[in-house]
């Protein structure tokens, strides 16, 4: 049954589903919806594994000092009691997925960033309705957890056509939006022309390359500006000083990053309790 709830004054809120949790097979979903940012995990000290995934933007994740971000068709998986902390920015939809049962896929993984292929993400939407049934929600559990798989760390390579240069260079820098890499030494590693991987980039996102990866420092930024100051964002997602980041957020989003800031100070982070 999905309970809906309000999480403080602010319009963030948090809806449950939960279906049949009670059993090893059972699922709980839960989708939050924030206009000033989420906190999620932190210490955990119960039987339940977490799935974190959203469709609206990249997700990050904080192991000790260290940043990192989930990719486009990414989530991020935590065992049950592994400390872990998600962060998403304002105006982002959440949703978190616990289970009991560890995909095969992800055996010997305690924590980090995962795939989600299209039909495991389709689904963990659907069953985030009141119209979805118990049976319907344990079967699309099932494809979900096999729509799951580790994400490579390595560096990328194409596919085995010869095609998704640019995809296997996005996948890479979605965990490091700060790479310096320019697109003629990505190019140089995946030993194709500087003017075949500019295609490629216009054909599979509709943009160039820098536009592209403006695009996406952009959104990283967005998820660490209401706790950290902006100094910090800019270094932390690729620019060279803070006054470079700001006329490129002010040119994208029609504000300025203090305007975020201000925003998300008005709706405070919050941190739903633990489950």
Request: proline letters at 7%.
């Amino acid at each position: 049954m999905p309970v809906t709830r309000q999480l403080g004054n602010d319009p963030e809120s948090c809806e449950e589903f939960a279906y049949g949790l009670g059993a090893p097979d059972g699922i709980l979903l839960l989708r939050y919806r924030s206009a000033g940012g989420l906190t999620l995990g932190g210490s955990r000290d119960d039987f339940l594994h977490q799935l974190y995934w959203s469709p609206d933007g990249p997700l990050a994740t904080l192991h000790g000092s260290s940043i990192r971000f989930t990719g486009s068709g990414e989530g991020f998986w935590a065992r049950r009691a592994v400390t872990h902390e998600v962060r998403a920015g304002d105006r982002q939809t959440v949703y978190r997925i616990c289970v009991r049962e560890v995909p095969p896929a992800l055996d010997g993984l305690r924590a980090g960033p995962v795939t989600i292929d299209a039909e495991a993400a389709r689904l963990i939407a659907a069953i985030a309705r009141r119209t979805c049934d118990k049976p319907a929600a344990l079967a699309a559990r099932r494809r979900i957890l096999a729509g799951l798989g580790a994400s490579a760390a390595a560096p990328p390579h194409p596919s085995g056509n010869g095609t998704g240069f640019a995809l296997a260079v996005a996948r890479t820098l979605s965990h490091n939006p700060a790479d310096p890499t320019r697109l003629d030494e990505w190019a140089e590693h995946l030993r194709v022309s500087v003017k075949t991987l500019q295609r490629d980039f216009v054909r599979e996102f509709g943009m160039p390359y820098t536009r592209w990866r403006t695009r996406l420092r952009l959104r990283a930024a967005r998820v660490l500006l209401d706790s950290h100051p902006v100094t910090t964002v800019a270094h932390q997602v690729g620019y060279a000083s803070p006054s470079a980041f700001i006329a490129a957020f002010t040119k994208e989003y029609g504000h300025t990053p203090g305007a975020t800031i201000t925003r998300a100070q008005a709706h405070p982070r919050r941190r739903p309790a633990s489950r």
